[in-house]
């Protein structure tokens, strides 16, 4: 979902000569089994904010995640993240990368939708707080439009990785020395078509299900499928495709009231607008079903 007051970017631009600051990182090994005194689990999940495509497949190569070990992590918020995430910077004992265990491969992010999403892993790592993600990229990823397939390439200069720079509390710790986080990988916002290419700009944004609101409904009849439901309001817009049976679900939804436009992408039906919808407390909305004419 789009949101302006995400506590992290995307970091996509040539590399260029860097400025030393006083932070950086040093690596550290992950571990299996259950976690010791020192260390702490983590699970990472990816879903879908989805686009109109038939599949959009990503080559996930490596997770890392990096670990401010020091008493007061606001020590480091003013850490060039950007350079951290290069590993240009100077060393700092208490800054520590952390490699994840992956399935690395091609993840079809068309298939993480409506409420559906994958766990990435579940690791053990050094105790302390997380503040940053990044995820390397491999060479297979492409997308499929009107059943054919188009490799998806990432803009010139750009690194073969991005990064979720996080503030340190928005993992959910649900078991003693255990967290979750799920990232929204919003795929309307993250394709670019131009000069007949398909650029692929990662907009991703991590939440927790249980911290914030969802709306979810059926859509019929099903000579309208396929549609295209648009979640909205004044700041925000997420986008869900229903399922085959008009089943659809948008998850991640901040406080506030919302509009729900359904739109039919076959042109005899005519679009249905809901509005007044009110997210509240994390709070879960179904406005059952809607059938289109």
Known sequence: MKNKHVLFSIAFMALTASVLFTACSKNNSANSGAPTASQQSVSLYMADGPGIY???????????????????????????????????DKPDSSLIWNTLSIRAGVYDLLQLRNGVDTLLSTTNIIKGTIRMIRIDLGTNNSIVVDSVSHPLVLPPNAPSYFLIK???????????????????FDVAHSILFMNNTYFL????????????????????????????????????????????????????????????????????????????????NANRVSIGSITLH
């Open 54 to 88: 038939n599949n959009v497949f990503l080559d996930v190569a490596s997770v890392e995640v990096l670990v401010d070990t020091a008493a007061n992590t606001r020590e480091h918020d003013g850490c060039n993240w950007d350079s951290l995430g290069r590993r240009t």
């Open 166 to 184: 996080l503030h340190g509390e928005e993992w959910e710790h649900f078991e003693a020395n255990a967290s979750r986080l799920w990232i929204d």
């Open 201 to 280: 700009v990662p907009f991703v944004r991590p939440f927790v299900p249980d911290r914030e609101g969802e709306i979810s409904g059926n859509v019929a009849p099903q000579a309208a499928f396929p549609e295209l439901v648009t979640v909205f309001n004044a700041t925000d817009t997420a986008l869900a495709l229903p399922n085959r049976d008009g089943n659809f679900k948008v998850r991640g939804l901040k406080d506030g009231t919302y509009s729900v436009l359904i739109h039919s992408l076959r042109s005899n039906f005519t679009d249905t607008t809901i509005n007044n919808i009110v997210i509240q």
